[in-house]
Nanobody, 127 residues
Framework: QVQLVESGGGSVQAGASLRLSCTASGRTLSSAAMGWFRQITGKEVESVASISRLGTRTNYVDSVKDRFTISRDNARNTVYLQMNNLKPEDTAVYYC????????????????????WGQGTQVTVSS
């Protein structure tokens, strides 16, 4: 059974950077498209960034474009979310998720499309 473990969250001041990591155990991630999601307290889970199996295609929610970067290292079985210029409204629990797919090119946005989820890591940004 594959498991995803996120790390890298924390408490920072506005304008700071964090890099989240999501490492898989039990199976390779190279057969999966990956996504980062977040849940702000009292709100629905939202897609933050998505990446295709080979990492050649990515997608971002408008609120994080030009600040966040999703990437992956399939050799290390790890997906990253580089978050720059963090804002208080980025405060949330961040989750990574995996979707097994035969497509090398597709990324996926809908949370219901993902089968495997990590436990989440808290990111808190203070003003």
């Amino acid at each position: 059974q594959v498991q995803l473990v996120e790390s890298g969250g924390g408490s920072v001041q506005a304008g700071a950077s964090l890099r989240l990591s999501c490492t898989a155990s039990g199976r390779t991630l190279s057969s999966a498209a990956m996504g980062w999601f977040r849940q702000i307290t009292g709100k629905e889970v939202e897609s933050v960034a998505s990446i295709s199996r080979l990492g050649t295609r990515t997608n971002y929610v408008d609120s994080v474009k030009d600040r966040f970067t999703i990437s992956r290292d399939n050799a290390r079985n790890t997906v990253y979310l580089q978050m720059n210029n963090l804002k208080p409204e980025d405060t949330a629990v961040y989750y990574c998720a995996a979707k097994e797919t035969a497509s090398m090119m597709f990324y996926y946005i809908g949370r219901n499309e993902y089968e495997i989820w990590g436990q989440g890591t808290q990111v808190t940004v203070s003003s």
